[in-house]
């Protein structure tokens, strides 16, 4: 079964989240824009430069700590030489977030200067994180919200019913995330969002993807593969490994056969929280 069979698009989640997003846009002066560390291309909308319309950004690349450090790191240099500052974050963790807040402050600067120029009145610089499902929007603003941090509602000159949270002195960050559907016409690409996860498992067929997965682990990392499951050997075929790790691992059904879809959703899990090592998926330049 081809993966395009395998997983869901829906278009009119893609137009419900544009709108949403151009509307938040009008009332912020910065945008954040996190990806996922280990496809940090995969995982970010391709009308994304329509719809920020020269809006300074901030790309954050998130779940740094399940990622290949040195791909990262080329990343990183990547959207630097794309004219966006770049940095490596754990949004769970904190690593890295005060190094995000010191860069989106760095590029509100040439905004704040404007207002200035205009004889307005200095102000914070106001925030919005955007970003595809599950990428870990809310987890960074529960974690700017922490420490130092506190809730304010309607303000003058700002939308109503719009809440903020005030990031030390001269930083509010928008309370909603930005929620951009990722649009995955190229399977390979949806082939990475469901297996990072994000896209949800409803809706995609959770063997076949994990089965493209241990073709991508045995061809690219068979060494790992074979430690994490305590396999001798690999075979050919990725339904062949699955059962075998299966098996290993005990996951059968009445009258011994192996649970194949137990099997997947253990690897996938595995995968996701970093059990089986830290990969990156897009690799610079590709």
Not at 85 to 92: E, G, H, L, P, R
Request: net charge positive.
């Amino acid at each position: 079964m081809e993966l395009e069979t395998v997983i869901q698009w829906f278009p009119g989640h893609m137009v419900k989240a544009k709108k949403m997003v151009r509307e938040n846009l009008k009332i912020v002066d910065i945008v954040i824009e996190l990806v996922d560390a280990r496809i940090p291309s995969s995982s970010r909308n391709p009308d994304l430069q329509e719809i920020l319309q020269g809006k300074p950004r901030v790309v954050a690349l998130n779940k740094a700590d399940l990622a290949d450090q040195n791909l990262t790191e080329r990343w990183t240099q990547v959207f630097t030489r794309d004219g966006c500052n770049a940095v490596a974050i754990n949004s769970t963790t904190g690593q890295g977030v005060e190094k995000l807040v010191a860069l989106t402050k760095k590029a509100g600067e040439p905004v704040m200067q404007k207002l200035a120029a205009k004889g307005r009145k200095p102000r914070p610089i106001r925030v919005m994180i955007l970003g595809i499902p599950n990428v870990g929007k809310s987890s960074l603003i529960n974690k700017l919200a922490g420490k130092g941090a506190t809730r304010t509602g309607d303000r003058p000159g700002v939308t109503r019913g719009k809440q903020w949270i005030r990031v030390g002195r001269d930083m509010e960050l928008l309370d909603t995330p930005g929620i951009l559907w990722p649009k995955f016409d190229d399977p390979e690409v949806g082939f990475k969002l469901a297996v990072t996860g994000a896209i949800k498992e409803e809706v995609i067929n959770v063997e076949q993807v994990v089965l493209k997965l241990l073709k991508y682990l045995k061809d690219m990392h068979p060494e790992k593969l074979k430690a994490r499951y305590k396999l001798d050997s690999l075979s050919e075929k990725p339904v062949e490994i699955l059962a075998d790790i299966g098996a290993r691992r005990g996951l059968l059904i009445p009258g011994g056969q192996v649970d194949m879809e137990k099997a997947a959703r253990v690897i996938l899990a595995e995968f996701r929280t970093g059990k089986l090592g830290r990969f990156t998926l897009d690799l610079p330049g590709s």
